[in-house]
């Protein structure tokens, strides 16, 4: 089987902010979509290792911003290779506050989407949050950015000493493992994907 072509499906890529007491946090995920009209929902699957997950599950509210083409790949390191366990997401960041007291990225973004859980489903990895829309307003015209368009423009190409050094590239974020051996159960620290998405230097 060529995991490639699970590539070719169209992705999006989105911040996913959530709250909980005076913690504001969020992650990068690549897996939001409109999954009915009426009532109007919205599905995102989040990766259970992520912080913003668990603020999700506890609160049941998150807001989605929708990232666009101009987007940089240090927005993408800021929101998706560091966990907000450690670190405030939020300081030095451009944002307001929707309706439901969470926080949406205002730069580098064309529209926020406000939303409640109603439901849920374990995928094991991740969990599959379905939820009503309760507010969202579009911010600018720019494209929003797609997972190809982010693989080809945005990304961070290994620099030429990186290719020099024994190990393993994500071909998902661009994390480097160095060794000789890659073990089977590797996990990606940034982007939490498994070893299947690594490819040799």
Known sequence: MNKDAMHKITYGLYILTAKEG??????????????????????????????THDMI????????????E??????????????????????????KRSENGLIYITEETNAFISAKVVSSTDLGTHTLFIA????????????SVTYSFYQKNIKSAPKASDA????????????IYEGDVLPDDFICPWCKHPASDFQPL
């Open 57 to 68: 599950k506890r609160t049941g509210m998150f807001n989605v911003s929708v990232l666009t």
């Open 70 to 95: 101009n987007s940089k790949f240090d927005t993408y390191k800021h929101w998706g290779f560091q966990s907000g366990k450690d670190v405030d997401k939020v300081q030095e960041i451009s944002f």
């Open 132 to 143: 009503d829309v309760e507010d969202a307003d579009v911010l600018g015209s720019d494209a």
């Open 164 to 175: 020099q050094k024994k190990g393993f590239i994500c071909t998902i974020c661009g994390y």
């Open 22 to 51: 005076d913690k504001d946090n969020g992650c990068i995920v690549n897996t939001v979509c409109q999954v009915t009209s009426t009532p109007n929902r919205i599905a995102v699957a989040v990766n259970k290792e992520n912080y």
